[in-house]
């Protein structure tokens, strides 16, 4: 079993600033892609942030120049750094990975519980 356990959701004021983690455990060989996931009331899920094992990235538009996406590959850990944070970013935010159990298995997708982030004055 894989395990992703997200930290370091909350309130915080528009202009204001939070550090997202996603950690991963368990049977674990390799991860290929981590990523940041969001969803807000009555929306579909969406792609906020995206890193490869090789650190390529990627971003939804309307985060660009405001969030960053960092991992630690030893630690099987992914980062969303999310600065200048707006109301329109209150969500709550899921952690995916693509995860090989064995050398030879496919990859599959498994996701966090996820974390609430709460932009508010």
């Known amino acids: 079993q894989v395990q992703l356990v997200e930290s370091g959701g909350g309130l915080v004021q528009p202009g204001g600033s939070l550090r997202l983690s996603c950690a991963a455990s368990g049977r674990i060989f390799s991860i290929n892609a981590m990523g940041w996931y969001r969803q807000a009331p009555e929306k579909q899920r969406e792609l906020v942030a995206a890193?490869?094992?090789?650190?390529?990235?990627n971003y939804a538009d309307s985060v660009k120049g405001r969030f960053t996406i960092s991992r630690d590959n030893a630690k099987n850990t992914v980062y969303l750094q999310m600065n200048s944070l707006k109301p329109e970013d209150t969500a709550v935010y899921y952690c995916?990975?693509?995860?090989?159990?064995?050398?030879?298995?496919?990859?599959?997708?498994?996701w966090g519980q996820g974390t609430q982030v709460t932009v508010s004055s």
């Open positions: 890193i490869t094992s090789g650190g390529s990235t």
């Open positions: 995916n990975a693509e995860v090989k159990v064995r050398r030879f298995s496919n990859e599959y997708d498994y």
